[in-house]
C-alpha cells in the first residue's frame, strides 16, 4: 500500500516527464513559420494519412463513382498546392470526393489526403467556393494540426495519469477521472478553435494567391451553417461555436492578404 505523500510524489514526476516530453518536442513549421509541440515527423504523417485514408472513406460510403468529378476535384486541388506556398511543404497533397450524400462534410488526414463528401459538394455553387473548402483543408494538413492534436493527447494522457495516481484515493473513485477529463477538454478545446481560424485565414490566402475569389470563403461558411444540422456537425462547424465571429476573422484575412 502507498502512502498519501509516495502518490503524491510519483503523480508529480510522471507529470513532469508529460510535460518535459511534449515541451521539449518542438518543431518550427515551415509553412506558417509558428513553433509547435509535435512528436511525429512529416513522414510518419504521410505513412499515418495513406494507412487511415482508406478507413475514413469507408465511413462515407467509399469513393464517388464518378471520375470526372473526381478529376474536377483534384484540379482544383492542384491548382492551390501549385500556386502557394503549400508547395514547398513536404506531404503529398490528394483529393477525394466521398460517396456519401447526406453528410455534409470536408476534412483531411494527416500527410495530405483531403476528403470532401457529394452531399457538401452539391451544395457549392462555384468552383471559388470549393477552393475554400479545399484551401481550409489543406491549411489542416500544411498547419499540422492532426500532429498537434496527437501530441496533445500524449501529453493529457500522461497528466491524467499523473492526476489519477496523485488523488487516487479509495473513498472517491470518480475523482480522478472527473480530473483527468476536465484537463482532456480543456486542452481539446482550446487548440481546436485556433486551428480553425487559422485555417479559414490561410486558407483565403491561398484562395487569393492562386487566383480565386476569397470572399467565397464566407459563402461556404454560410453555406454551411444552413446545412449544420444538429447531429453529426461538418468538420468545419464541430469545434467552433461562433460561426459569426468567425466570418468577421475571414473578413479580417481577406483584407490582410488582398493587395
Ligand atoms: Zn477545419
Known amino acids: 500500500m502507498r502512502s498519501r505523500a509516495t ?12 510535460l518535459f516530453t511534449y515541451f521539449t518536442n518542438t518543431q518550427e513549421n515551415p509553412v506558417t513559420g509558428e513553433k509547435q509541440h509535435i512528436s511525429m515527423t512529416p ?24 471520375e470526372k468529378v473526381q478529376q474536377s476535384v483534384k484540379r482544383v486541388g492542384e491548382k492551390i498546392v501549385n500556386s502557394t506556398s503549400v508547395k514547398t511543404s513536404p506531404y503529398k497533397f490528394d483529393f477525394h470526393v466521398l460517396a456519401d450524400n447526406k453528410t455534409v462534410n470536408a476534412f483531411a488526414v494527416p500527410g495530405g489526403q483531403v476528403f470532401i463528401t457529394a452531399a457538401l459538394l452539391d451544395k ?4 471559388d467556393q470549393l477552393a475554400g473548402v479545399l484551401g481550409h483543408e489543406i491549411t489542416h494538413v500544411v498547419g499540422r494540426h492532426s500532429a498537434e492534436q496527437i501530441a496533445q493527447q500524449q501529453l493529457t494522457q500522461g497528466l491524467a495519469g499523473a492526476a489519477a495516481v496523485a488523488t487516487e484515493d479509495p473513498n472517491s473513485p470518480g475523482r480522478s477521472s472527473a480530473i483527468a477529463a476536465y484537463v482532456a477538454n480543456l486542452i481539446g478545446l482550446k487548440y481546436g478553435r485556433e486551428d480553425e481560424i ?8 491561398w484562395m487569393i494567391e492562386s487566383g480565386y475569389k476569397p470572399e467565397a470563403m464566407i459563402e461556404v461558411m454560410e453555406i454551411l451553417k444552413a446545412a449544420g444540422g444538429p447531429n453529426r456537425p461538418s468538420e468545419f462547424m464541430s469545434s467552433h461555436p461562433d460561426p459569426d465571429n468567425r466570418i468577421e476573422r475571414i473578413k479580417e484575412a481577406i483584407a490582410k492578404y488582398k493587395k
Do not use: C
Open 7 to 18: 502518490r503524491v510524489i510519483i503523480g508529480l514526476v510522471m507529470a513532469l516527464v508529460a
Open 124 to 127: 457549392l455553387k462555384s468552383e
Open 198 to 205: 487559422e485555417s479559414d485565414q490561410l486558407g483565403v490566402r
Open 43 to 66: 513522414e510518419q504523417e504521410v505513412q499515418l494519412g495513406l494507412e487511415s485514408a482508406p478507413q475514413m472513406a469507408q465511413e462515407f460510403g467509399g469513393l464517388y463513382p464518378d
